[in-house]
């Protein structure tokens, strides 16, 4: 099988895959609460095109694609795309992020159509405070992660960004209610994307404070998760739940990223904390063949950078993260 390589020697074998930059939820760190300036339908690469992108990734020696938002289960049909994707013999893991708003609508169809694993975005276990940071309701998203355990998904991890005087003291809540439910629990640090992403920023929370924390209530011990993400994780003694933690700003994981992000209007984001990124959506509709896109997906992996500057420069990043993609 062909292996896509960049210039530092990773093999880039997982694709994040963005079908929308909308989403039903808001986020005060992702998306300003009057946000509208969402792009138009016709701008996002159609399911044909969304096809070609990812087979030619997959002849590349892609294995491991996740469909990503905004809020995927906003985008009309999402089982059929991923359906179709699944027909792709090389692609042998697809999983989803959502903030599961809507999945007990789509669960058994998405199960159904091959997405085996799901990531599930949940900041808070209390209704008030999880509706003044997304803006939602807390009850849809309980509801979504009960049918998720009716269809099999597995594993369902929770997705928690840990925020200083927001949801800090809910993380001992949240592991908890992972290991009473079977859920993984991954707890991330806020990054500087976008204007809200910098404001979230003063809410930071350096994770290795938190991980001590945990481990005065909980024997952590050290351990391991399939899928290729940046989580370090560890297993909740006696059970079979475990904690990963994401730590982009304290102690980042660049020297082992395997990944590049694909937004719905097609562009090839090689770094999320940088602004280099390839337009594979114009070649697509000039008539490119199969060669060519492998070429430009080739060439565009070499200008993979090696690592973000989030630290750094945490003005760097413009685009809100749902315009990047999960």
């Known amino acids: 099988m062909a292996e896509l390589k960049d210039n530092f020697n990773r093999s880039i074998d997982y694709i994040r895959l963005s079908v929308t930059d909308r989403c039903d939820l808001r986020c005060f760190y992702c998306l300003p609460k009057q946000f509208r300036d969402f792009s138009e339908p016709d701008t996002w ?24 938002g905004g809020e995927p289960l906003t985008r009309r049909d999402l089982p059929q795309l991923v359906q179709r994707l699944a027909a792709n013999t090389s692609i ?19 199960r159904a159509a091959g997405v085996r694993r799901i990531n599930v975005s949940l900041d808070s276990l209390d209704a008030e405070r999880f509706r003044r940071i997304t803006g939602g309701k807390l009850d849809k998203v309980l509801q979504g992660l009960a049918a998720a355990r009716t269809a099999g998904f597995q594993p369902i991890k929770i997705n928690m960004v840990v925020m200083k005087e927001i949801n800090e003291d809910e993380v001992e809540a949240m592991l908890a209610y992972c290991v009473s439910q079977g859920f993984v629990l991954r707890l ?24 001590e924390r945990l481990a005065d209530r909980f024997d952590l011990v050290p351990g391991m998760m399939p899928g290729g993400g940046p989580a370090r994780y560890y297993r909740v003694a006696g059970t079979d739940t475990n904690i990963g933690f994401i730590t982009p700003i304290s102690q980042h994981f660049c020297a082992t990223c395997n990944r590049v992000r694909i937004s719905a209007e097609g562009m090839l984001h090689l770094c999320l904390g940088q602004n280099d990124v390839v337009d594979l959506r114009t070649p697509l509709r000039a008539g490119a063949d199969d060669r060519h896109l492998e070429q430009i997906i080739v060439d565009a992996i070499q200008r993979k950078p090696e690592r ?19």
């Open 92 to 110: 042998q893991d697809i999983s989803l992020s959502t903030n599961a708003v809507q999945l007990a609508r789509d669960a058994q169809a998405l």
């Open 188 to 211: 991330i640090e806020t990054m500087p994307v976008g204007d809200t992403g910098r404001d979230a920023i003063s809410h930071y929370v350096n994770l290795a404070g938190i991980r």
């Open 45 to 68: 690469l159609s399911f044909a095109e969304i096809e070609r992108v990812v087979a030619a990734f997959a002849r590349l020696g892609v294995a491991k694609l996740r469909i990503t």
């Open 308 to 326: 973000h500057e989030f630290n750094e420069q945490p003005e760097k990043i413009i685009r809100f993260m749902s315009l990047t993609g999960g």
